[in-house]
């Protein structure tokens, strides 16, 4: 069972508000990733870092940012929320050695 | 782009049957086949992955069927039980560049007692 943490579960939010996205995981991965999944649908990469203090953009564009200062904390921002950011954030994570992405249970965001 | 072309979309089977998913891939980098399963609310889980080098991986009542020549790979699920009930997805990925996973579209599966 991977130990990989998202918080908070639901979030239901107005427009233009600021939120974080909190994702830890203690199994000391030095890769890990944001997903976007509309319900049912495929899972979009959205940002990735592979260490500590790297990030990368996904390949699906997205108005959030990350950030990557411990190995176990990957938080995802998003400065002005809209409607338009209403879906599901999923968290992994993996160790390189390894090929297994390991999922957090997600976030699921509805912007008003 | 590279793409992982998954079907069908959804999946109706009677308990005990046999479910069967297929995807199709078009980058011949790709050398690691996952499929995870996601149960409403939860993240996804890897379920079985294959690579390249074998035509068939079994574990349990799931086997994946790959064919190299046709860039196409397949979950079977033998004997099909209500826990089955779940969105199945395939990727790939590849070791050159980013090892990014690519996943396809999904498959809800819904098996009937």
């Known amino acids: 069972e991977a130990d990989i943490y998202q918080t908070p579960r639901y979030l239901v939010i107005g427009t233009g508000k600021k939120i974080t996205l909190e994702c830890s995981q203690t199994?000391?991965?030095?890769?890990m990733y944001w997903y976007q999944q509309d319900p049912g649908m495929e899972l979009h990469l959205i940002h990735y870092?592979?260490?500590?203090?790297?990030?990368e953009k996904g390949d699906l564009s997205s108005e959030s940012t990350v950030s990557r200062i411990r190995t176990e904390h990957f938080p995802l921002t998003l400065e002005s929320a809209r409607p338009s950011h209403t879906s599901q954030y999923l968290c992994a994570s993996r160790d390189s050695s390894r090929e297994t992405q390991y999922f957090g249970p997600g976030t699921r965001l509805l912007v008003l | 782009q590279q793409q992982v072309k998954q079907s069908p979309q959804s999946l109706i089977v009677q308990k005990g049957g046999i479910s069967i998913i297929n995807c199709a891939y078009e980058n011949t980098a790709f050398d690691y086949f996952p499929w995870y399963q996601q149960f409403p609310g939860k993240g996804p889980a890897l379920l079985i992955a294959?690579?390249?080098?074998?035509s068939e991986k079994k574990e349990g009542r799931f086997t994946i069927s790959f064919n190299k020549s046709a860039k196409q790979f397949s979950l079977h699920i033998m004997d099909s039980q209500p826990g089955d009930s779940a969105t199945y997805f395939c990727?790939?990925?590849?070791?050159?560049?980013?090892?990014?996973?690519?996943f396809g579209t999904g498959t809800r599966l819904q098996v009937f007692p």
């Open positions: 870092s592979y260490g500590v203090n790297s990030t």
């Open positions: 199994m000391g991965h030095d890769k």
């Open positions: 990727a790939a990925s590849s070791p050159w560049g980013t090892d990014k996973l690519i």
């Open positions: 294959i690579r390249p080098d074998v």
